[in-house]
Structures are given as C-alpha cells and as structure tokens.
C-alpha cells in the first residue's frame, strides 16, 4: 500500500451563492495563470462555500481580495494514496480509532492511474499526520 500524508493549505472563500458564482471566482483565477489542483464547493442555504487547492496558494489570496472575495486560507491534509478499493475506508477507519474527527474531505482520481489525492482536515491534523503516515 502506497499512502503519503504531507501538510498544506487550501483557500477558502465563502460568499452567498448565485448562479455564475464559481464561473465568476474560476476565471479570476484562470486570468492571473492560477492552476487549479483541487477544488470543493458546497450550499447551505443562501451561503456557498468554496475551496480551492491551487498551483499558488498566495497568489490566489492577493488576486481573489482584490476581486471582492474574502479569501481564507486554512490548514488541511494532502493524502496521496494507492487507487484501490477500501482505501477511505482504511483511512477514516484510522482516524476514527485515534478518535479525529474529519471536518471535511474530498478527492480526485484519474481512471488508469494508480494514485489519487484526497483532501481532508481533521480536529487535529497534526496527530492525523503522524497516525496516517505510520499506516502500512
């Protein structure tokens, strides 16, 4: 099994949701050359929340602040990880035994591929480091 846990960091912008919204936030992104890695958005309510991994997390704060957003950016976990059945299920079994809460997750895999990425931040992402990168 293939698992590599590392530290990062994902923007956070929440606005109220509107149609045209993420097309709005994408290309302000996609104009100042910002490669996306990863992205998550959800609604509840009238409120959207997005979160964007980018090729430049810095960048995207400074660009999307002088766009009317109000960008957080916000610790989080970057799981590389075989792409195989029962993987999440060994992962979250994991931190459900070292008692960490997962606030959020998503991921991404490509067909053909032998890894994919998931994106996640726990109660504790520093304990979670540890206890994921000691799995075997």
């Given amino acids: 099994m ?3 846990a590392t530290r990062g960091k994902e923007v956070v912008v929440r606005i109220i949701n509107d149609i045209g919204v ?6 302000v992104l996609a104009d100042r050359g ?3 890695k990863a992205i998550n958005a959800s609604v509840l309510g009238d409120q959207a929340t997005i979160r964007v991994v980018t090729d430049d997390n810095l960048r995207a704060v400074d660009v999307l602040g002088e766009h009317g957003y109000n960008p957080q950016e916000s610790s989080m976990i970057v799981l590389t990880l075989s792409h195989k059945p029962g993987m999440l299920h060994r992962v979250s079994e994991e931190l459900a035994h070292a008692m960490l809460d997962i606030h959020h997750i998503y ?5 053909g591929q032998d ?3 998931v994106i996640l931040h726990t109660a504790n992402d520093d304990r979670a480091l540890v206890r994921l990168n000691q799995m075997e």
């Avoid at 993420?22 to 290309?27: E, G, V, Y």
């Avoid at 991921?107 to 067909?111: D, F, G, K, L």
């Fill in 22 to 27: 993420l097309a709005d936030l994408a290309k």
């Fill in 34 to 36: 910002i490669d996306l």
């Fill in 115 to 117: 890894e994919c990425c």
């Fill in 107 to 111: 991921a991404s895999s490509v067909e």
């Fill in 2 to 4: 293939h698992l590599k």
